[in-house]
Each structure stands twice: as structure tokens, then as C-alpha cells.
């Protein structure tokens, strides 16, 4: 194939991505677990570990991010993989009665939140919600529905934050374990469970 016409097409493809490519930003308690969780999702093409929700800049997480939440940003391809989907994903790998925080992470940076870019979001956040209150009428649901806010990305010298899953599998799966997460979905959620 000759170079101008390969160009053209990864060009072409590039743009179509694009066209299709969404964003959703999700706190679930342990980045480390939600970046592993929704990664395993077909049509996600990236996910970031970061800080929303604060009004401190440039939060890290060996320094000040009093305010804001651990969370992802989740950029996944909306032809394959629609928003309700990756909030259908969300709920079955939360704790959604936890109002301390999420499994053995406790206090208001481990805490579960939708953070919602604009209206349709929120309907179908809102919506999502509901459904999940409906199926548990006996026990409240604390995950709350907030606007979005700057996401921080993990970076510097804490990039080893990002895929702790894949560097450090034997310590992830450890914490995982000891942290009771995926024992812990599994009552909750049985066999609907994302883990």
C-alpha cells in the first residue's frame, strides 16, 4: 500500500475513534481497582487513575488531597460501548451502601460518586441509580450524582499509581484480597457481580 493512501486511512480510522470516543469519570473507592475493573471492559481504551471533586490544585495522593475523591477517567468507544453500560459496569463493582467509604478504604477520598459532564448524563445517572435503589428497597443508597470537576491525573513521581495492576500484580491481588473487595461484591451482587 502506498504511504499516502496508509496515511489516509489511519487518518480516516483516527477520526472515527474520535467521533466515538467518550469520557466518564467514576470514584469506586481504590483507583488501583477501578482502573483493573473497567480496563477488562470491552470498548475501553483507556483508563487514568487521578483526584476529582476538590478544590485543592494539583492534588497527589502521598500529599494534600483533602476534598477530592480517587477516581478514574474512563475514555471507552461509544459504537461499542454505550454510557449506561459503563454505569451498569460501575454499580455491579461498588459498594453502594458504604457511606464511610469502600471496603477496608475508609474516609471521604475512598468514598463512591458519579461525577456527571452535562444533563443527559445525569438522566441516565439518575436513572441508573434508581434502578439500583429498586433492586435493594431495603437499604439506602449513598452514591451520589455530582457535577463534574477538574480531573487530576496521577502523575510525577506517583505514576506508579497508574496500572498497579499490571506492575505489581502479586501486591494488587494481595490488597485486593485482604481489602475483602471482591468477597464483598459477591454478596452483595452474586452472580451480576463486574469481579
Not at 56 to 83: C, F, M, R, W
Not at 101 to 116: E, N, P, R, T
Not at 150 to 175: A, C, M, T, W
Request: hydrophobic fraction near 35%; proline fraction near 4%.
Amino acid at each position: 500500500m502506498k504511504p499516502a493512501i496508509t496515511l489516509f486511512l489511519l487518518s480516516v480510522s483516527m477520526t472515527s475513534f474520535a467521533t466515538h470516543a467518550k469520557e466518564a469519570v467514576l470514584a469506586g473507592g481504590c483507583f488501583w481497582c477501578m482502573e483493573s475493573d473497567f480496563e477488562k471492559l470491552e470498548g475501553v481504551t483507556d483508563v487514568v487513575s487521578g483526584f476529582t471533586g476538590g478544590n485543592v490544585k494539583n492534588p497527589t495522593y502521598n500529599g494534600n488531597h483533602q476534598g477530592h475523591y480517587e477516581a478514574v477517567k474512563i475514555t471507552y468507544d461509544e459504537s461499542k460501548l454505550s454510557y449506561q453500560d459503563i454505569l451498569a459496569h460501575y454499580w455491579v463493582n461498588i459498594d453502594p451502601f458504604d457511606a464511610q467509604g469502600q471496603f477496608c478504604d475508609k474516609g471521604s477520598s475512598y468514598l463512591s460518586a458519579i461525577f456527571v459532564a452535562n444533563e443527559q448524563e445525569r438522566q441516565l445517572a439518575t436513572a441508573s441509580k434508581a434502578a439500583v435503589e429498586a433492586q435493594f428497597p431495603d437499604q439506602t443508597v449513598v452514591t451520589p450524582i455530582l457535577e463534574a470537576s477538574r480531573f487530576y491525573p496521577i502523575k510525577g513521581n506517583e505514576i506508579g499509581h497508574q496500572d498497579f495492576y499490571k506492575k505489581s500484580p502479586v501486591r494488587y491481588k494481595l490488597y485486593r484480597w485482604n481489602c475483602g473487595r471482591d468477597q464483598r461484591l459477591e454478596q452483595i451482587w452474586g452472580d451480576q457481580g463486574g469481579h
